[in-house]
């Protein structure tokens, strides 16, 4: 049987990988699934066992307690009661945990009967070496939890689920030999609510035995799959692969999301470009000649000339807006002329340095501007500079963009002041940003993009 990891974190196989899968198959009752799970069922009662012992032990005191209510010694002195319960509940808790490491790593071990997919412990490594470490290590995550809530539903609700199935199937076994029972003893044979004492009163049951006989294969299916996902969710951990290939997964889709995103905000602005500020201009142009048309001074040469100049005004705000979109001149010259322009309206003087020697990516040229974007209104609106400095530059396959402030410092990206939003851009495109504001100034934030093209 072969199996493995696909790249997207998914077990990959020809066959079924649990009990619960393989009973949906057209040929369950041929394969060996049904040998495996009764393998596995068999065994239990071995591991229960293990379990069992060693928590019997801690439980003593309320052994005790349990022992003087059968022999009628109560009443005991309260006090005397409420110890052993509290004894007992923390020898359980204390010590069951680590009681219950040696049968989760058994079960472990086990599960492979009934499951094909990658088994992994879902235990860490101890930071350092020795008793303390190990011991502060298992108590503190929640593998060692999970294990001891498996060890008790192992001790406690497993064999319930066991002992209920088993009744079933020793119920169609009794009702398939029952015409051979009444036949061999003579004496009344007790078919749940119902007694036979002839073997023609016993034939019908026999034939609904042999109906519902290939039925217990599947039962034995259903329980060991049960309880083996109960195992799996409790003792297993993720395997390595698998949460490789969602990271993967998810930093391509994050990608796609942001090459949609970007696609959308070219598409508004080229639609803005050419569509609404196209009739904007050709309506400035028709206010204009109408404007030069009146006779000065009358009152429709007033209310046109208003309205001139705001159309005007009207094109200026939505010459910003397409920037703020996306920016035309990023597009026709790159970051550095972007820049140029961004910067041609600032309150704060910025000095500009940026020559790179090839264009980076388009997605990096436009997750770099946004982010200069981004600090320069931080600058006007937190940092009351005086002069700013804006660097770009290609540093082997990284695009470093470096923006210094003489302001008053002290930039704390939990104090609201946008920082934490121009780090989530970098996060997006896997960059890195950072930052450094003592009081006083100055500040310096320095961000890293990536320029691979894949």
């Known amino acids: 049987m072969v199996s493995g990891v696909d790249r997207l974190g998914r077990v990959s196989s020809a066959a079924p990988s649990t009990p619960l899968a393989a009973v949906a198959r057209r040929r369950f009752l041929l394969s060996g699934w049904p040998w495996r799970c009764l393998a596995y069922l068999l065994t239990t009662p071995a591991v229960a066992l293990a379990v069992a012992l060693p928590f019997v032990g801690l439980a003593a005191p309320w052994a005790v307690l349990v022992v003087w209510a059968g022999d009628g010694g109560y009443p005991q002195p309260l006090g005397k009661v409420l110890f052993l319960v509290a004894l007992g509940a923390v020898l359980v808790v204390g010590l069951g945990p680590l009681a219950a490491l040696a049968p989760a790593a058994l079960e472990r071990q086990r599960v492979r009967l009934v499951f094909t997919g990658p088994v992994v412990t879902a235990h860490r490594r101890p930071p350092a070496p020795g008793l303390w470490p190990w011991v502060r290590m298992r108590y503190t995550e929640a593998a060692t939890w999970k294990a001891f809530a498996y060890a008790c539903l192992l001790v406690v609700v497993v064999p319930v689920a066991y002992l209920l199935a088993l009744i079933f199937v020793s119920l169609i076994l009794v009702m398939l030999i029952s015409p051979l029972m009444v036949r061999d003893s003579g004496d009344a044979v007790a078919l749940g609510f119902s007694q036979i004492t002839s073997v023609d009163q016993a034939m019908p049951y026999a034939v609904v035995g ?130 140029r322009e961004l910067t041609e309206d600032t309150a704060v003087p910025v000095t500009i340095t940026a020559e790179l020697s090839h264009r980076p990516p388009p997605h990096v040229e436009v997750a770099a501007y946004f982010v200069v974007v981004e600090a320069l209104n931080n600058i006007a609106k937190h940092a009351d500079a005086t002069q700013v400095g804006l660097t770009a530059r290609l540093d082997s396959d990284r695009l470093v963009v470096e923006i210094v402030d003489d302001g008053r410092g002290g930039a704390d990206p939990a104090g609201g002041s946008g920082l934490t939003g121009l780090a989530d851009r970098v996060a997006v495109m896997d960059g890195r940003m950072l930052l450094s504001s003592p009081p006083g100034g100055p500040t310096i934030v320095r961000v890293e993009l990536p320029c691979d093209k894949n």
């Open 210 to 339: 042999t109906v519902l006989l290939p039925a217990v294969p599947y039962l034995v299916a259903i329980v060991a799959g049960l309880h083996a996902a109960l195992a799996r969710s409790l003792l297993l951990g993720d395997h390595p692969d698998a949460l490789r290939a969602q990271l993967v997964e998810t930093a391509r889709s994050r990608a796609r999301l942001v090459d949609a995103f970007e696609a959308e905000r070219r598409r508004i602005e080229r639609d803005l470009h050419d569509g609404a500020q196209a009739l904007l201009i050709d309506l400035t142009l028709r206010l204009g000649i109408a404007r030069l048309d009146l006779p000065a001074g009358s009152p429709a040469a007033e209310n046109v000339s208003r309205a001139h100049e705001q159309a005007k005004q009207l094109m200026a705000e939505l010459r910003r807006l397409i920037r703020g979109i996306h920016p035309r001149v990023l597009t026709d010259r790159g970051l550095p002329a972007a820049f």
